[in-house]
C-alpha cells in the first residue's frame, strides 16, 4: 500500500513574480497528484502538502530548486490515508493563491523580508535551547500565536494564549496593554510549525518587548524532540482532515467537548454549514450548532 504522508513548509524570501510561482507550484502538485493548500505573496511560500510519499518528496526536491526556496523549513507527518484515486485524504482540493501575505496579520507594511528570511524577528531558540532557557530562568513566558481555539486541545504549560480568533486580531491584541507587563520578561512565541511566530515576534519588538524569542519549527518540531515528555501537554490543532495530532501514546487530554463536558482532543466545524466555528466536540456531540455549545444532544 502507499504510504500517504504530509509535509508542512514556509520560505520568507523576496518573490519578484508571485503569479508566476503560484502557476509552476499549481502545476508541480497536480502533475504528482498532491492535494494542499499553498499560500505565496512578495515575502514568500507558506504549504501543506499530501500524498504518496514519493510523490511528496519529488515535490519538495522540485520545489527547493528554485533559488529562495533552497532552504525552507520543511516538516514531516503522517496523514490518514490516501482515497481510491490515491489521493490525499485529509485535503479535499489542491488550493494555490497568491495573497499580500502568506500569514494574515493585517500588516504587511511591517514585514522586512531578504535573503536571509524576516529582518527584525525574534531569536531564535531549538527545542532544546527552549528547555535549557526555562531552566536557567523562572521568569520565562510562553506566549501562543495560534488562534484562541487552537489552544483548548494543547498548549505549553501556563502559556499566556491570547484571547484572538483569528491571526489579524493579534495587533489589537499586542497594542491593548494587557501583556504589558511581560514586556520586560523573556517571551518565548511559539506556533504550529514557526511560520505565524516569525512575524508575530517581529510585531512584538517593534511594540516595546524587550526580549522575544520564537520556538524555531514551532510545536511541531519541538514534539519531535520531547513527544510528552517536555513542556508542551496535550494535541496538536491542525488545518486539515486530521483535526489534531500527538506527539507519543499517552498524551494529555485538555479538550473539553462544548456540549456535555467530556474530555476530548476531537476538533471539528460547526455542524450549522453558514458558521466558520471550529468547537471541541466528542464523538457523541459530533453534530453540535455553535449557538447550542451549553445544551447536550437529546
Known amino acids: 500500500m502507499p504510504v500517504p504522508k504530509i509535509l508542512l513548509y514556509y520560505a520568507f524570501t523576496p518573490l519578484p513574480d508571485p503569479e508566476a ?7 508541480l ?7 494542499g493548500r499553498i499560500l505565496i505573496s512578495k515575502d514568500g511560500i507558506n504549504g501543506t ?29 503522517e496523514g490518514s490515508g490516501l482515497d481510491e484515486d490515491g489521493l490525499s485524504r485529509d485535503f479535499p482540493r489542491l488550493s494555490v493563491r497568491v495573497r499580500d501575505e502568506i500569514v494574515s496579520f493585517g500588516a504587511p507594511d511591517e514585514l522586512r523580508v531578504d535573503g536571509s528570511g524576516v529582518v527584525g524577528g525574534g531569536e531564535r531558540l531549538a527545542p532544546e ?20 481555539f487552537e489552544a483548548e486541545i494543547g498548549r505549553f504549560r ?20 494587557r501583556y504589558d507587563h511581560l514586556k ?7 506556533c504550529t510549525g514557526g511560520i505565524r511566530c516569525e512575524v508575530l515576534s517581529g510585531l512584538m519588538k517593534s511594540r516595546g518587548f524587550q526580549e522575544v524569542y520564537q520556538l524555531d519549527g514551532g510545536i511541531v518540531r519541538y514534539g519531535e524532540a520531547f ?5 508542551w501537554e496535550g ?18 487530554v485538555l479538550g473539553r467537548c462544548a456540549a456535555c463536558g467530556a474530555a476530548t482532543s476531537r476538533m471539528r466545524n460547526c455542524a450549522d454549514p453558514s458558521c466558520r466555528e471550529q468547537l471541541v466536540v466528542c464523538e457523541r456531540c459530533d453534530m453540535l450548532r455553535c449557538e447550542a455549545h451549553a445544551s447536550p444532544p437529546r
Open 21 to 27: 510561482i503560484r502557476l509552476w507550484q499549481r502545476d
Open 29 to 35: 502538485c497536480a502533475s504528482l497528484g498532491l492535494r
Open 49 to 77: 502538502v499530501g500524498g504518496e510519499l514519493d510523490a511528496v518528496k519529488r515535490y519538495l526536491r522540485s520545489t527547493r530548486e528554485y533559488p529562495g526556496f533552497h532552504g525552507l523549513d520543511a516538516k514531516w507527518s
Open 129 to 148: 535551547d527552549v528547555q535549557r532557557l526555562v531552566d536557567e530562568r523562572d521568569d520565562v513566558v510562553f506566549f501562543d500565536g495560534r488562534n484562541r
Open 158 to 177: 501556563d502559556a499566556v494564549v491570547p484571547e484572538v480568533s483569528n491571526t489579524r486580531e493579534f495587533v489589537a491584541e499586542l497594542e491593548s496593554g
Open 184 to 190: 520586560d520578561k523573556p517571551v518565548v512565541t511559539y
Open 227 to 231: 513527544g510528552d515528555a517536555g513542556l
Open 235 to 252: 494535541s496538536l490543532y491542525v488545518f486539515d482532515g486530521r483535526g489534531s495530532v500527538s506527539f507519543g501514546p499517552d498524551p494529555a
